[in-house]
């Protein structure tokens, strides 16, 4: 029996060492950092208490980003599903070259989002940008919108590109889902007369349900996160109006060094972000 | 539903899906046409839609200035940690799916370290790097993306390995295989749907990671999306070797997707109820 | 291959010179550094440049032409720009010493200074006599992008300078010259003020639109920051006040200014808003606008000189060569925006070796060759250049463009500098954003001071003041 002891220890271990590595010490240096006082000119090691804390529940510009960014995910997420899951239902009856489709639609996922985010910044260039020149077609006339300049276009522009990149992933994890879904069910549902809509909602939607949540959490995440398609079209702007959390973070990690503050900053996210997930996954546990 | 009904049905669902694929390529295809668009074409104005040739010279100018190199340390790091995150990850995602090791708490925890924004812990693992001598190493990129991967890795092989039938690895048991080999000769075959689709998904995230790129590395070994934001000038933004460097990025995800999509959807319904 | 070796060409001149007359001759600060370093050779330096361009510069040329002499192998690490800062922070506060050779932008000097990232260079400069030739280089520049409360940080390397430049065929066509003197009733010719500007540019735009527009200009927050901060001051606006350190950006001057660019915008080409560099240039180039206000580097472009080189066959055809003319930008005190000085990393494992690189480079004799590289990114900064019989005549105006780079030596006005100028600027940076997206003027303008008042708060009334006081009070802070 000790064998097996030892074994199963001996197995977990390295992985476990790997993530240790990278997630203990940085953690615990943010943890002690934030009770420092390091900015770019001084590097005061001395116990400065909850001076930096106070400092992030009291800054208006963190704030902001928090609200923003949550106010994208709320909106993103509902449509990266939706369209995900009318995608999925296309694709779910017989397509002739289905496979083909599958892989191409793919692609917009598996490129890197600085490569989509310059993408998008191009397309939606009011001179050098195809967007602009469909939309005049539709139009009938020349159009001048300045997509990544202008307070009321700059979210919808990121929002285009985000959904357009992940709305494949979320096609590819409903797809799956769907095709798993007991097909002998919804045609007794079908023959008993039930509606389309009461078929989804009370066979399929239960059956779609774990993997959707799955789905969600890790887009949820990534979105909540997002930084690398906001940084290449619009690097925050105009203004801070498209500053996400993770690119006023960057301001003050790396552009500021406001090293201290920056650690405060990022121990309040890691918290608060742990915590959601954790609880939601715990939700999801217990469901099953 | 009479044979023509069907045939129209089918019909007109390969016309939305062919609308949608195209829908979603426009873009890569429009970059894909400005890495071969001259400069004159590049900056024209009504716009040029379709390149009037073939201009291979942003791809020669990359391979020539040794640009081109970024996308093999991409490689390097992205295939190295991938493989050595599937390894570790699988064995530590059976101790877990079989042994219940650390319990709950040990897989919340685990699953917990990916949630951590990139950003908040960039700055730390700079200065440990520092001090570790990884900073601009292979070395330093794999070790990071191995350990930033392993609780993805971990979380969807346990579900994948608590999916196998344990009678099977209890009969191979019996027949006198040690544990270490039950793993590799019995679970491992079952679950290589799973496995792949992982590593698919793995792969995809150290290849296109950005940030920790752009900290942890100077000039030795720079991976393609930071090679690309180098691109943007304050007095000179280079579209034709961004448009090239984009499509050689994209090249090796082309192919995965292409050779791996018949497993990526097989594991992931695989694992799709159990996640 | 063939352009690294017509690049090396000029290297290998220099060398031969150098071998026949070095002995006849006194030393030049060239030579002197070159002699020093021997003592270093099989070490390497590392680089820090900016992306793009510029590194062809170290990487065909000087890179090279340094080992050759004495031995010692140059490694460039490119970072785009906006990374610079961060980087060499980032690498001083972990204390690696990876970075030998720094370019830094003059008006983060103090922020780099005061993080403890610069090495001083008086020791340097003097042990190598240095200060003879230093003295060549452009008044404005040597004044103010080197030194640091007194302690010198930097070798001035880079002649940048916000220039106008106009199409000399348009305002040479006697038509439109009859036209504009009955209009306005003065000669159609360069404008002297923002008013003039605004005027010709209408005018322009009115008698040729819409094939032709008056001007256009990169209004891309990241560039137009430093053209506001020049036609702020002409107009006669002051950015703080001195003795309270409050901002004053909001006042009759700051709206005045906004509203007059909004004005002007009216007469450019639709979406000129979200124009950055390659815009404008393609635009000038292409011959669609009249007059712009840049960088260096468009002088030479839009004449097409270099176009044939490998480095710039990204640039497009240019259809206004031989049509282009120099003048300074309305007010005659041009922006010495961004600009660069070579400076030494304290942390360098090779701190001598770096300095004497940097004295070289920015030597009178091997920045005379920089500065004519086609692709160069270099901009003339010496005297010197500006007089060389050779660079004059490389194209038909070059002749009249040194001029205006020598009078913008003379009169040009500095970035604005302070502790943390960075954040300062960043607030700038968004209220152009916001000004581009329509927003209120004097919203923006009271937004804008409130963010600037808060960050002197925040750094510290006191310490910002005397730091503002050093800045304003040299010559070149203010139009006199």
């Known amino acids: 029996m000790t064998r097996i002891f030892q074994f199963r220890y001996l197995i977990l271990a390295p992985a476990i060492f790997f993530i240790l590595l990278i997630g203990l010490y940085p953690f615990l240096k943010l943890l002690i950092t934030s009770f420092q006082n390091i900015t770019m000119f001084a590097d005061d090691y001395g116990f400065a208490g909850f001076v930096h804390y106070a400092r992030l529940m009291d800054d208006g510009r963190f704030w902001a980003s928090v609200l923003r960014t949550v106010v994208f995910t709320a909106i993103a997420l509902p449509i990266e599903l939706g369209l995900g899951l009318a995608m999925a239902y296309l694709f779910l009856e017989r397509v002739p070259l289905k496979q083909v489709f599958v892989a191409l639609i793919l692609l917009p996922t598996v490129i890197s989002p600085i490569v989509a985010g310059s993408t998008w910044r191009l397309m939606f260039d009011n001179r050098f940008g195809p967007i602009n020149q469909i939309i005049g077609w539709f139009a009938g006339h020349e159009v001048k919108l300045l997509w990544t300049v202008d307070t009321s276009l700059a979210w919808p522009a990121i929002l285009i590109a985000d959904v357009w990149q992940w709305t494949p992933f979320m096609f590819l994890f409903l797809l799956t889902a769907l095709s798993a879904v007991d097909q002998e069910q919804i045609e007794a549902a079908s023959l008993d007369g039930a509606s389309r809509w009461r078929t989804f909602r009370y066979i399929v939607l239960p059956a779609i349900t774990p993997v959707m949540a799955i789905a969600m959490l890790i887009r949820g995440l990534d979105l909540f996160r997002i930084f690398d398609i906001v940084w290449t079209m619009t690097q925050g702007g105009p203004g801070t109006l498209t500053e996400t959390i993770s690119v006023y973070a960057y301001q003050m990690a790396f552009r500021e060094f406001d090293v201290s503050y920056s650690a405060a900053f990022a121990l309040a996210i890691i918290v608060v972000l742990t915590g959601v997930v954790l609880s939601f996954l715990r939700m999801v546990e217990v469901e099953r | 539903m009479s044979v023509v009904g069907r045939k129209n049905r089918t019909g007109l669902r390969f016309a939305l899906a062919l609308a949608c694929t195209l829908l979603f390529l426009f873009p890569i295809y429009w970059i894909a046409a400005i890495s071969v668009k001259t400069p004159e074409e590049i900056f024209a104005y009504p716009l040029v839609w379709l390149p009037g040739s073939f201009n291979f010279n942003n791809y020669l100018v990359l391979f020539r200035d040794g640009d081109a190199w970024s996308v093999f340390h991409s490689l390097v790091t992205a295939g190295t940690s991938t493989v050595i995150a599937m390894v570790l990850g699988t064995f530590a995602a059976y101790s877990l799916a079989r042994y219940k090791t650390g319990g709950n708490h040990l897989s919340l925890w685990i699953i917990s370290q990916r949630m951590v924004p990139q950003i908040s812990i960039a700055f730390p693992v700079f200065l440990l790097f520092v001090s570790l001598k990884l900073i601009d190493t292979y070395a330093g990129l794999i070790i990071l993306y191995t350990a930033f991967n392993l609780p993805y890795v971990i979380w969807m092989m346990r579900g994948y390995i608590q999916d196998v039938p344990i009678e099977l690895e209890q009969s191979a048991m019996i027949d006198g295989l040690s544990p270490f080999q039950v793993i590799l000769k019995v679970v491992f075959p079952m679950v290589r749907a799973g496995l792949f689709a992982t590593a698919v998904f793995t792969f995809i995230f150290a290849w296109n990671d950005f940030l920790f790129a752009l900290i942890l590395t100077r000039s030795e070994v720079v991976t393609y999306p930071v090679q690309v934001t180098g691109y943007f000038g304050s007095q000179s933004t280079f579209w034709g070797k961004i448009g090239a460097m984009s499509m050689l990025g994209m090249l090796p995800m082309f192919f995965v997707v292409a050779t791996m999509q018949k497993y990526i959807v097989r594991g992931m319904s695989m694992g799709a109820v159990k996640g | ?480």
């Open chain 3, 1 to 480: 291959m063939t352009s690294t070796l017509r690049n090396l060409l000029p290297a290998a001149v220099a060398i031969g010179v150098l071998a026949t007359t070095a002995p006849s001759l006194a030393q030049s600060a060239a030579d002197v550094a070159v002699e020093a370093a021997k003592k270093y050779a099989g070490t390497e330096l590392t680089l820090l440049y900016e992306a793009g361009l510029q590194p062809l510069d170290p990487i065909n040329l000087t890179g090279p032409m340094w080992e050759e002499l004495t031995g010692i192998k140059i490694k460039v690490v490119e970072a785009p720009v906006d990374q610079l800062f961060t980087k060499m922070i980032q690498e001083t506060k972990a204390g690696t010493g990876a970075y030998d050779i720094l370019n830094v932008i003059p008006n983060q000097m103090p922020d780099l200074a005061l993080a403890g990232a610069l090495e001083p260079l008086d020791g340097y400069i003097e042990k190598y006599g240095y200060a003879d030739e230093i003295h060549g280089i452009g008044k404005v520049y040597r004044e103010n992008q080197m030194t640091v409360e007194g302690t010198t940080y930097g070798l001035a390397d880079d002649g940048d300078v916000l220039l106008l430049y106009y199409r000399k065929d348009i305002f040479e066509d006697p038509d439109l010259q009859a036209a504009f003197k009955e209009k306005f009733g003065y000669d159609l010719a360069p404008p002297k003020t923002w008013k003039e500007f605004n005027e010709i540019s209408g005018f322009i735009t009115e008698k040729l639109g819409p094939e032709v527009h008056g001007s256009g200009m990169h209004f891309q927050p990241g560039n137009f920051q430093y053209m506001f901060q020049e036609r702020f001051r002409v107009e006669g606006g002051k950015f703080f006040d001195p003795e309270t350190m409050r901002a004053t950006v909001n006042g009759p001057v700051g709206l005045k200014v906004l509203n007059d660019i909004k004005a002007d915008i009216e007469t450019m080409p639709k979406g000129v808003e979200q124009w950055g560099f390659i815009e404008m240039l393609n635009a000038f180039m292409d011959g669609q606008i009249a007059m712009t206000e840049s960088w260096p580097p468009v002088g030479r472009w839009t004449a097409g000189y270099g176009r044939d080189t490998e480095a710039l066959n990204w640039l497009p055809e240019t259809k206004v060569g031989g049509k282009v003319g120099y003048a300074l930008p309305p007010g005659g005190t041009p922006e010495l925006a961004i600009g660069f000085s070579l400076a030494v990393s304290s942390t360098s494992k090779n701190k001598e070796a770096a300095y004497l690189f940097a004295q070289w480079m920015n030597s009178e004799e091997i920045s005379l060759q920089r500065v004519q590289l086609p692709y160069a990114m270099r901009d003339p900064f010496r005297e010197s250049h500006y007089a060389d019989p050779e660079y004059r005549s490389r194209w038909d105006g070059a002749g009249e463009y040194l001029d205006a780079l020598k009078a913008g030596s003379e009169t040009g006005l500095l970035d604005l500098s302070l502790i943390q100028t960075d954040r300062y600027e960043e607030a700038l940076r968004q209220a152009i954003g916001r000004l581009m997206a329509n927003e209120d003027p004097q919203t923006i303008l009271d937004d804008l001071a409130k963010q600037w008042d808060g960050l002197t708060d925040r750094i510290g009334v006191e310490k910002q003041k005397r730091v503002y006081a050093d800045w304003a009070s040299k010559p070149n802070a203010y139009p006199n």
